[in-house]
């Protein structure tokens, strides 16, 4: 009897690539699936993230908004009371045109700082100039507004004084420090009693004396000096002033309380009283002071005097003290150089130590 044969060696079964492969394919294709879904929505969340806005209502100011946000809706007249009213103000005051407290009323004060802005940046004529603020002078205002100065000299602070526009400006070096509503000479002769207190040119006793006088209310243009000051209210033969700092003889810088749109004074240059609290700090003796005519370059004139005054031949004094004068003689316009030396005064700050002196 034969042996058993041995099974046959398992011989290899030739299967097809698909069943060899599929459940390796399968798990692949489940992984690209879902990792795939993880970036698409991982991209979907970052672009949400990226492209988020906050959508405002046209129009609106959140609270922290600058002044500048804002519009108008109406016309500043004199007396009116409001947050734009205040807002107003502040731009002013932003803008180094000073319209006196910041308390939402619009009066005289703030109503000159509006005339300084038409004056000097909208570049208007007096004939021109008006008393409110419209929406249109706003949107102004609230723009880009840069005021440079026309001269650099070499003295720390200087003045220029715009006898067209009616605008005084204060710089230290480029920097703008205060622009100012003025009234300069009406370029008018004059004859008028005046109460000139001691220490004022014509009276060299220890009383306030009254006499007649006549002039010529002139602002000559040209290049000037701060020479004097004094505090407090003075008479003099230009007028009343409120502190005042001289640089033409006796022709000052000064506080009134009347300072119209248009030239009114004998020569001087007003301002403000508020302002003339805080003006004679902001410049120093020997400080360079610029007076453009609108005709000349203040070089062309170099340091010219005003014309000089006289007494007024038809005044009489009288026990009460008051006179009628009727006629108004001629006065004299004789320009006489300045000194070479600058006047004594005994109410003043120390002196600052330059070698700028007018020509």
């Known amino acids: 009897m034969s042996e058993p044969l041995e099974p046959e060696t398992a011989l290899p079964v030739h299967q097809s690539w698909w069943v060899r492969w599929r459940q390796a394919i399968i798990t692949s294709v489940l992984f690209v699936i879902v990792g795939t879904g993880v970036a698409v929505a991982n991209n979907n969340q970052s672009a949400t993230t990226t492209t988020t806005t906050v959508v405002t209502t046209p129009g609106f100011c959140p609270s922290d908004a600058p002044i500048t946000c804002y519009t108008l809706s109406r016309t500043i007249k004199d007396g009116m009371k409001g947050e734009d009213v205040r807002r107003l103000q502040q731009r002013l005051k932003d803008l180094n045109f000073d319209p006196g407290r910041i308390d939402g009323i619009y009066g005289g004060d703030t109503m000159m700082a509006v005339w300084a802005f038409q004056a000097l940046v909208q570049k208007m004529t007096r004939d021109t100039i008006v008393d409110f603020v419209t929406p249109v002078l706003w949107e102004s205002m609230r723009g880009n507004v840069t005021i440079t100065p026309r001269r650099q000299p070499g003295s720390p602070n200087h003045v220029e004084v715009y006898l067209p526009e009616q605008v005084m400006a204060v710089f230290k070096g480029q920097q703008l420090l205060l622009v100012s509503h003025i009234s300069t000479g009406t370029n008018e002769k004059w004859c008028e009693e005046v109460t000139i207190d001691p220490g004022e040119d014509g009276n060299k006793g220890a009383e306030p004396i009254k006499t007649g006088v006549c002039g010529e209310a002139i602002t000559p243009g040209g290049i000037y000096y701060f020479y004097n000051r004094k505090l407090g209210l003075r008479e003099s033969k230009l007028g009343t002033m409120w502190n005042p700092v001289y640089f033409n003889f006796g022709i000052a810088i000064h506080g009134?309380?009347?300072?119209?749109?248009?030239?009114?004074?004998?020569?001087?240059?007003?301002?403000?009283?508020?302002?003339?609290?805080?003006?004679?700090?902001?410049?120093?003796?020997?400080?360079?002071?610029?007076?453009?005519?609108?005709?000349?370059?203040?070089?062309?004139?170099?340091?010219?005097?005003?014309?000089w005054d006289k007494k007024d031949p038809n005044y009489t004094t009288t026990t009460s003290t008051s006179t009628t004068t009727s006629t108004v003689p001629l006065a004299t316009s004789t320009t006489v150089a300045p000194k070479s030396t600058v006047p004594k005064t005994t109410v003043a700050p120390p002196v600052v130590t330059t070698t700028v002196v007018p020509s």
């Open 256 to 307: 009134a309380m009347m300072v119209p749109k248009e030239p009114a004074s004998h020569g001087c240059v007003r301002i403000p009283i508020f302002v003339s609290n805080y003006f004679p700090a902001l410049v120093q003796y020997n400080d360079r002071v610029y007076v453009f005519d609108g005709v000349k370059e203040p070089e062309d004139y170099g340091s010219v005097a005003p014309p």
